[in-house]
């Protein structure tokens, strides 16, 4: 589910630096002595069964995520190459790994909604992202909901009932709309979620 | 850095509206960009500066981008580099090679300096208003002058028109209307030419003027035209080069993206030329914060196992601790080097690996320690270290870390709730940390420029280097090159330079040099005081020179000031660059100020003496940007006259830091480093050595950790 590198701007740059008076060593091509390894990030290796499946449209990406934390409400998933995301009852509230990341977010107000399954709801949404200088950048979205019931198809084939809440989130530049597949108790068992601006939207579904 | 802004990131979908065409934005619209920026961006004309075809325009390029531009007409080819230092000014260095001059018979190849500046800004009916400087450094094929205004009409047609001087008052000329300031003004004087590189003030703005015009349209979101009326009569590159049968020029630019765009141009009525301009922003990062893994969540006291985080009570609990400590940290790139462990606290002093900012490691390092530490544990305090010296000491709470894991304003909570001090106390270092020895194999590139023999040249080789650090602090390395193939040995240039040929015999180096020792030194690395670090280096310290180098720096960990002094005493190495010298020997030092104010321009000062045994000072400049890009220039003067020192009349250059995370997306500490000067001659060299203390040291000082602080939860 790894997002590839950015060919183009590797391109660019040798491009751009072809002409200087440096040395060029290709990263990676390093040989490293035996008993002299050199730490490298690694990822959390999540323990436990899979319980979440991942789409990502944008990058034709699929993974499966376990639980590697919970803390203050809100579950954190990953997958096995370092990809996690982070969700309070069902509603995405971070994500890393995948370059714009949801840094935070402020969904609480969202959360109640969904869960309650309110038609016409309005509230505000704050999403956080990091930009190209390490600053963190708050976008404030205007969101509404409206619900249906519908009958929906889950991965193992099994029709469960339940409640579509669909949010939609707006600001002048732009407009996103999430979508929640809800049960009578309030639990989210399937739901697209928008994430960034480069990523679009993450189709989640529990196992 | 917590601040609100809505509403900046890009509309989604592939295809983003290319502005380094005419972006078709309403003058009305009220969308400011960041930091008031204008939304109209000029292109890049012939000479790699914000222009229409072959002439200067009034509007600027995006702040902080870095743009490279390859333009080529009747043998004229200019080679630019142009950055846009802060929103309003635009500087470029450019490299041409102009054929056929009616003056020469051989080709010239011509290394010059422009400078742009936005004046006014657009309003509704006022137009933008530049002022440039064309070629002042270089021997003044190109010199001139300009002020120039332009306006956009309608969405995607805009005029531009303005009066030049010099080479842009070539055609058309009249009577320069500043002659009505001073009589001074009527008359242009030959240039003052010399050995080059020297700034001729005397002539800016002098002479005739002459009237230029250009008019650009974007006919689609990719393709734009231009027509321009010409003031430069080319006066001495035609008619051998080409006939200048026309003042009309004309252009189509397409823009494949935001970086890229090619042009077809056709010139003075007779000649087809085409350009082709690719540009980076810092700002603009590819993989927008990174593709790096995922960090370990924080695990709260009140949901971890009751075994998981209980007291190490005997020698073995503790030993396996400082292992589940060491590991943890090491999946996450980072080396335990020493850590206390108290019954309410916990100091651990790290190694940071494989972040480019220390702000990221120290995140990474205090979720680590949330899983690990004893859930007694309440305060924990966290020591960047380089080279065995200690950075900042940054003190949080536990608490704190797991209330704000996932608050929205996360970042910012964690800072507001976090201090940092001097670390004073000693943390021994871990059992596995000392010694430790590395070692590598890697290939390497070196290229050369700017001989007029061969403007390109390059070698290409292995390199085997070791460290072995046996206490802290202290480390000895070694390094050597092998080279395989490559073509800098043709190099016959002699140098002709009158002074001790400190430098300016790096070809004969380049020739002699086939399995040669890079550097083999020990280095001694402490902290005599507080605010004072310190570092001796002997040996073999870079491929011209050995010798002892000694360093003291005066830094307070949370300040912007440095103040330094460097002592070296040096012998100059046989060109094969094994283990023999030459008979030069000298003494070089200097004193050394640095600053780096909040908006991210560097200033340093050097003064001292170089190798060459001259006396003077160095000034450097660099833009910094908090992801590690550093873009500044740098200039030497000396007590060498400008005759001594030779072509270039002093030393001078550009440099440019590129950090590698920002290129590929996954976390690295490497960056490439490149400086750029026209000329290498003797003067003004000061010696290389391997990690002096400041830049090592600023990296994990408050300053540099507090800018990057948005990566602390990445």
């Known amino acids: 589910m790894k997002p590839t590198r950015s060919l183009r701007t590797l391109g660019l ?13 290709p990263t990676g091509a390093v040989l490293n002595g035996v008993g002299s390894e050199t730490v490298s990030v690694d990822s959390t290796q999540p323990r436990g069964r899979p319980v979440l499946v991942a ?11 376990a639980v590697t934390g919970a803390n203050q409400g809100v579950v954190t998933f990953q997958t096995a190459d370092g990809i996690s995301l982070s969700l309070d009852d069902g509603l995405l509230v971070s994500t890393r790994g995948l370059g714009q990341d949801l840094m935070s977010a ?48 889950m991965l193992s084939g099994e029709n469960r009932g339940s409640t579509r809440v669909e949010e939609e989130c707006s600001t002048p530049e732009r407009t996103f709309t999430n979508t929640y597949w809800v049960t009578d108790i309030g639990a989210v068992i399937k739901s697209r979620q928008w994430i960034s601006d480069d990523l679009g939207y993450v189709e989640l579904e529990r196992l | 850095m917590t601040d609100r802004i809505d509403g900046t990131a890009k509309r989604p979908g592939r295809n983003w509206a290319a502005p380094l065409a005419l972006s078709a934005v309403s003058l009305l619209a009220s969308a400011a960009t960041v930091a008031g920026e204008p939304e109209t961006h000029a292109a890049y004309n012939t000479y790699g500066s914000p222009g229409v075809i072959d002439m200067p325009s009034a509007y600027s390029r995006p702040d902080g981008e870095l743009g490279f531009t390859v333009s080529s007409f009747a043998g004229q080819t200019r080679n630019t ?101 001073s009589d001074r003004f009527e008359e242009r004087g030959p240039r003052e030419v010399g050995f080059g590189g020297r700034v001729d003030t005397g002539n800016w703005f002098r002479g005739d003027a002459a009237l230029f015009a250009g008019i650009e349209w974007q006919a689609t979101e990719r393709l734009g035209l231009a027509l321009e009326y010409s003031s430069d009569a080319y006066a ?28 077809a141009y056709y010139l003075y009525g007779s000649e087809v030329g085409l350009q082709i301009s690719t540009a980076i922003n810092p700002k603009d990062r590819p993989n927008s914060g990174g593709i ?13 196992a009751a075994g998981q985080l209980g007291w190490p009570e005997t020698a073995d609990t503790l030993t396996s601790f400082e292992r589940r400590l060491s590991a943890a940290l090491g999946d996450q790139g980072i080396v335990l080097h020493g850590y206390t462990l108290g019954r309410n606290q916990i100091t651990v002093e790290f190694e940071n690996e494989s972040y480019s900012q220390t702000a990221q490691a120290l995140g990474r390092t205090a979720r680590v320690i949330t899983r690990v530490a004893p859930a007694s544990v309440e305060r924990i305090a966290m020591v960047p270290v380089v080279n065995g010296l200690p950075g900042s000491q940054v003190v949080m709470s536990r608490r704190d870390l797991e209330a704000f894991e996932f608050r929205p304003q996360a970042a910012a909570l964690s800072l507001n709730n976090s201090s940092f001090e001097e670390a004073i106390q000693s943390v021994p270092p871990a059992d596995a940390r000392y010694p430790r020895l590395r070692w590598n194999l890697k290939p390497y590139l070196t290229p050369s420029f700017f001989d007029p023999d061969a403007p390109v040249r390059a070698d290409i080789g292995l390199e085997l280097g070791a460290t072995l650090q046996p206490a802290r602090g202290l480390e000895f390395s070694g390094a050597v090159r092998k080279r395989l193939v490559g073509n800098l040995d043709e190099s016959t240039r002699e140098s002709t330079s009158v002074l001790p040929r400190v430098r300016s015999d790096f070809n004969i180096y380049d020739r002699e040099g086939d399995t040669k020792l890079i550097e083999l030194t020990g280095a001694y690395y402490f902290k005599p005081g507080a605010n004072l670090y310190g570092r001796v280096t002997a040996g073999y310290l870079e491929p011209m020179f050995g010798g002892v180098s000694t360093e003291l720096l005066w830094k307070r960990h949370d300040s912007r000031l440095a103040l330094g002094i460097e002592a070296n005493y040096v012998r100059q190495r046989d060109f094969n660059q094994l283990f023999s010298f030459r008979n030069y020997e000298t003494f070089t030092g200097h004193v050394s100020a640095y600053y780096q104010l909040e908006s991210g321009y560097h200033f340093q000062v050097d003064v001292g003496q170089y190798l060459a045994g001259d006396v003077g ?42 950090p590698i995370d920002w290129l590929s997306g996954g976390a690295s500490r490497e960056q490439y480093e490149a400086t750029i000067r026209p000329v290498q001659r003797d003067g003004g060299a000061r010696l290389s050595v391997n990690d002096r203390l400041y830049e090592r040291v600023r990296d994990v000082h408050e300053p540099q950790i507090v800018e990057s602080w948005g990566r602390f939860w990445r």
Do not use: M
Request: glycine residues 8%.
């Open chain 1, 106 to 153: 402020q969904a609480e107000d969202a959360r109640l909604a969904v869960l309650s399954r309110v038609q016409g709801a309005s509230y505000p949404r704050i999403h956080a992202y990091l930009d190209g200088i390490n600053r963190i950048r708050y976008t404030t979205y205007s969101c509404e909901t409206s619900t249906r019931q519908q009958v929906v198809e």
């Open chain 2, 617 to 658: 000072a160095t000034f450097s400049f660099d833009r910094e940007f908090d992801n590690g890009w550093r873009v500044g220039a740098f200039a030497t003067f000396t007590d060498v006259s400008y005759d001594d020192f030779g072509e270039g009349s002093f030393d001078k250059g550009l440099r440019v830091t590129v």
């Open chain 1, 55 to 65: 789409v990502l449209p944008s990058r034709g990406a699929r993974g499966t995520l």
């Open chain 2, 81 to 181: 580099l142009t950055f846009q230092v802060t929103p309003r000014l635009s500087t470029s260095l450019r490299y041409s090679s102009l054929q056929d001059l009616n003056t020469r018979n051989d080709t010239l190849y011509d290394r010059s300096l422009s400078l742009h500046y936005r004046l006014v800004d657009e309003g509704y009916i006022r137009p933008a208003v530049a002022v440039g400087l064309n070629d002042i450094l270089g021997t003044g094929v190109y010199s001139s002058e300009y002020i120039v205004a332009s306006k956009t009409l309608r969405d995607a047609l805009r005029i531009t028109g303005g009066l030049g001087w010099g080479r842009l008052a070539g055609e058309g000329e009249f009577r320069n209307p500043l002659s009505f300031l």
């Open chain 2, 236 to 263: 001495r590159e035609q008619p051998t080069a080409f006939s200048r049968d026309s003042s009309i020029n004309v252009e189509a630019r397409y823009s494949f993206n935001e970086y890229v765009d090619v042009s």
């Open chain 1, 13 to 25: 740059a040798t491009a751009v630096f072809s002409l200087c008076a440096c040395d060029l060593v």
């Open chain 2, 292 to 304: 790096e893994a995922a960090p370990p969540p924080v695990l709260p006291r009140s949901a971890a």
